[in-house]
């Protein structure tokens, strides 16, 4: 790989690494319920992401090929700081569905972009075919940043005092500053052109590929639908190690080893899915976590419900790097960022639901909310599977 091309990839990780570095997610249900929300209200926010990621999804992304990846990147980095800011000001609940809001939409501006300009630099020097190694890196940093965030926060938070709770959003926002910092020097790889096309001919273009490509479109409907709900497992492990008797101040450590799990799985990915091969692979990343989830609604042991967690977060991380290089193979570099943007889009709108359906059943039941989450994963992989093989 040339140097210049190695150094603008190098630069997208670190950019993802800064804006990963979220220190009180350890503690975070804690925050929000030092705030007065319930689980309803915090497994909304994430509906409302969701949403503002559903609507702005295919603007931003046709806007990435048209103006841009560097002025997409950039945007991005701009609103994630705004977000941060108004988090750590939020005293009530509509300030902090404005903050997910606004963070939905700096999601938008990264989301496809950031896999689109690693395969420009990519394709620029004729290595396409590291797609797969170079987005389990991306997934990488951003996993490093998740375990050394969390295994800080626990320490300073361990009383889950207000005092706390704002040392950590204050790093939360340093390394989100660090990130936009690093968002102004990425340049684009000279061989890129944008598109001079519509926006409305960009989306149009888009849409047609997912309609006529059959197999572009079943790894999208395999993807969207077998989706291990990692955002609720992200709320619902607090909650659901506590129930387990586990320390508050072990929390940190638990989620860095899961994280650190996570780095080798993205790291490890390719390597995983040319020795077994892609079907097997698929089965592996999407019927397992399925089945540990019903694993977790039966688990009150400390011990087997922390196992349960990290191995589950693991299995979870070979998706993402494998995924994405399937997806990115097949669309053209014209119209590769609105494409990925309307297949987000496509698994938004799933999710945007079943977070408030999960969000609700969770604060009735955490073991039968687990149990609805595994049973709809495997039902999805199996039928989706199936369909695939016709």
Known sequence: MSAKAKTEILKIYLLNFFCSLFFISPVIVFFYQSRGLDFSQILFLESVLTISIFLFEIPTGVFSDRFGRKKSIVAGAALNLLSIILFILARNYIVFVTCFAISGIAITFFSGTLEAIIYDNLKSIGKEDQMNKAIGSLGAFSSFAALVAPIIGSILAKDLKEEQFRLLLYLTLLGTLIGFIVSLFIREPKSRNANSQSSFRIFKQGFILIKENQYLRQLVMLNVFSSPFLYCLLYLYQP?????????????????????LEIISQKMAHRVERKIGMKRFILLVTVIPGVMYLLMSLTYDPFWSVLIFILIRGVIAFRWPAFSDYLNREIPDEIRATALSIISMFGSFYLVVMRIVIGKIADRSLSFAFVVMGSIIIAASVILEIRRRA
């Open 240 to 260: 659901f190690l506590k129930r387990a008797g586990v320390p508050i101040a072990f929390f940190g450590t638990i989620a860095g080893i899961a994280t650190a």
